[in-house]
């Protein structure tokens, strides 16, 4: 079973900053079956990125994928301040069990 | 996307049992696999269930194996979660969700809340 980690647990950032979010698995992700959501309190998660790099519909261009392998990083040009909110990354497919990771809080400075 | 709408929540005792649903709208509900996603209190996601399009298969978390089926009628585009022996660890907000393609989720109930205490 892939177990997902990410960091940092807590980014403090101020609008129009940079936020880089990293997620790590335990073994490789076959595919490149990675997503990325974002969640608002009392929402339900919203889908940003799947197949580790490909917007979702809707999604904003500030909002970047990338990795492969263990190693994915979601990317948040310049910060809005809707963006504040907590992100998990998820590996996905049709072999459960579908790992979410523990989810980093990015938290206005 | 698609409209899902969970309902079935409340408050359970210990040891007893719950059934929620999830009846989707607007979108093609017999084509898609199907996913439970619970959320304890203050703590992050875990995936629960998975049901395939046509119900045939169906996978379960090892925390809830063999106390809750997925089940799903689509003639009525509705999931269902049979939940038993319910455990106050079992106590979460429990959402729906559409596997799309590979298998992301591009739609997402709002959450029905289960709480199980004495």
């Known amino acids: 079973e892939i177990v997902l980690t990410q960091s940092p647990g807590t980014l403090s950032l101020s609008p129009g900053e940079r936020a880089t979010l990293s997620c790590r698995a335990s073994q490789s992700v076959s595919s490149g079956y990675l997503a990325w959501y974002q969640q608002k309190p009392g929402q339900a998660p919203r889908l940003l990125i799947y197949?580790?790099?490909i917007r979702a519909t809707g999604i904003p261009d500030r909002f970047s994928g990338s990795g492969s392998g263990t190693d994915f990083t979601l990317t948040i040009s310049r910060l809005e301040p809707e963006d504040f909110a907590v992100y998990y990354c998820?590996?996905?497919?049709?072999?459960?069990?579908?790992?979410f990771g523990p989810g980093t809080k990015l938290e206005i400075k | 996307q698609v409209h899902l709408v969970e309902s079935g929540g409340g408050m359970v005792q210990p040891g007893r049992s719950l059934r929620l649903s999830c009846t989707a709208s607007?979108?093609?509900?017999?084509?898609?696999?199907m996913h439970w996603v619970r959320q304890a209190p203050g703590k992050g996601l875990e995936w629960v269930a998975i049901?395939?399009?046509?119900?045939?298969?169906?996978y379960y978390a090892d925390s809830v194996q063999g106390r809750f089926s997925i089940s799903r009628d689509n003639s009525k585009n509705t999931l269902f979660l049979q939940m038993n022996s319910l455990r106050a660890e079992d106590t979460a907000v429990y959402f729906c969700?559409?596997?799309?393609?590979?298998?992301?989720?591009?739609?997402w109930g709002q959450g029905t809340l289960v709480t199980v205490s004495s």
């Open positions: 607007g979108g093609d509900f017999s084509r898609h696999g």
């Open positions: 998820q590996k996905y497919g049709s072999s459960p069990p579908n790992t």
């Open positions: 969700a559409r596997h799309y393609f590979d298998g992301w989720y591009d739609s």
């Open positions: 197949g580790v790099s």
């Open positions: 049901i395939w399009n046509d119900g045939t298969t169906k």
